[in-house]
């Protein structure tokens, strides 16, 4: 199983950018998916998840900026990342999650100021 994900890239504060993940194999099952970040010195944190029911959970910092969806017959999961700041500036990772876990390579997302 292997989770390729893709959308990153430079954008001005305020700008949008859009981040998709699909797992690939035939055996991925996951009860959740989502997105976690690490920037620069810090430790990676969750950004956003959510459930095979569609249950979501974001970190208090992109509340209100960011939304997760996912497809549960495609195996994909994305984020929707409105408003950009400067300090959402990461390396973006695609996670998976149920029986077994599952990290994809990250991504860079970086907001200019």
């Known amino acids: 199983v292997q989770l390729q994900a893709s959308g990153g890239g430079l954008v001005q504060a305020g700008g949008s950018l859009r981040l998709s993940c699909a797992a690939s194999?035939?055996?991925?099952?996951?009860?959740?998916m989502g997105w976690y970040r690490q920037a620069p010195g810090k430790q990676r944190e969750l950004v956003a998840i959510?459930?095979?029911?569609?249950?979501?959970t974001y970190v208090d910092s992109v509340k209100g900026r960011f939304t997760i969806s996912r497809d549960n017959a495609k195996n994909t999961v994305d984020l929707r990342m409105n408003g950009l700041k400067p300090e959402d500036t990461a390396v973006y990772y695609c996670?998976?999650?149920?029986?077994?876990?599952?990290w994809g390579k990250g991504t860079q997302v970086t907001v200019s100021s």
């Open positions: 194999g035939s055996d991925f099952s996951a009860d959740v």
């Open positions: 959510i459930s095979n029911s569609g249950s979501t």
């Open positions: 996670n998976a999650w149920g029986i077994r876990t599952y």
